[in-house]
């Protein structure tokens, strides 16, 4: 008896995942709008009971699953601030290659592609995808920048600003579109730290340190 509630303890991740799993790929078939929490809890094998105990409605499942496939960028959104020009430039290296690998994956591609499709009938999708990936990703650059700003690394300007020009570099060519359309092959590494490399020297070239 006493080993009834650390039993239910350990057992409760791996039916909250198995919920995640099952309401992915039902997201990915029949599209947010048209995913029935029903259909969700007969993929996980799971009563809709047990489903609300979890998660309270289908956004906050979808939340989650969008969290889930931006966890692994998670560790790059805590970046340090630099103390030298080397640094700053390693650190920008480093946490572009990231964003483009990561992005790039099948699984946060097929998230955009779902916000895309439910735009028109679940903008809910693509305001949490928002939030969760590309408005984090730009708050914890532009944090940084702004440290190294203070470091007196940057010119003057705005720490956003820098941000945007960052990232619209990394994405130059329309890569994200094509990656979205299916029209070019994911980026390897080499490729994703060729782009990180050349957004990160024109962002330091556009602003000098005074």
């Known amino acids: 008896m006493p080993t009834a509630e650390p039993l239910a303890t350990a057992q409760a991740p791996a039916l909250r995942d198995r919920i995640l799993s099952a309401a992915f790929q039902t997201f990915m078939e029949h599209g947010f709008s048209g995913a029935s929490t029903l259909d969700i809890a007969k993929r996980a094998k799971v009563s809709k009971r047990d489903l ?58 097929a998230v955009h592609r779902l916000a895309l499709t439910e735009a028109e009938n679940s903008p809910d ?18 944090r940084m920048l702004a440290g190294a700003q203070s470091a007196a690394l940057l010119g003057a300007g705005s720490a956003g600003a ?24 994911p980026p390897g590494a080499k490729e994703c730290e060729r782009r990180a490399r050349a957004a990160a020297d024109a962002l330091l070239r556009l602003y000098p340190p005074a």
Not at 126 to 142: F, H, K, P, V
Not at 166 to 180: D, K, N, P, V, Y
């Open 125 to 142: 999708v693509a305001r949490t995808l928002d939030t969760i990936g590309r408005a984090a990703t730009r708050e914890a650059l532009s």
């Open 52 to 109: 609300y105990a979890h998660f309270g409605s289908k956004q906050a499942m979808l939340a989650a699953c969008i969290a889930a496939r931006a966890e692994r960028m998670r560790v790059s959104l805590h970046l340090p601030v630099p103390r030298n020009h080397a640094a700053l430039r390693q650190t920008l290296i480093e946490f572009g290659a990231t964003v483009v690998r990561e992005v790039s994956t099948p699984q946060v591609l």
């Open 162 to 185: 820098m941000a945007d020009d960052f990232t619209a570099i990394l994405w130059r060519g329309g890569l994200m579109l094509r990656l979205l359309l299916r029209t070019a092959p």
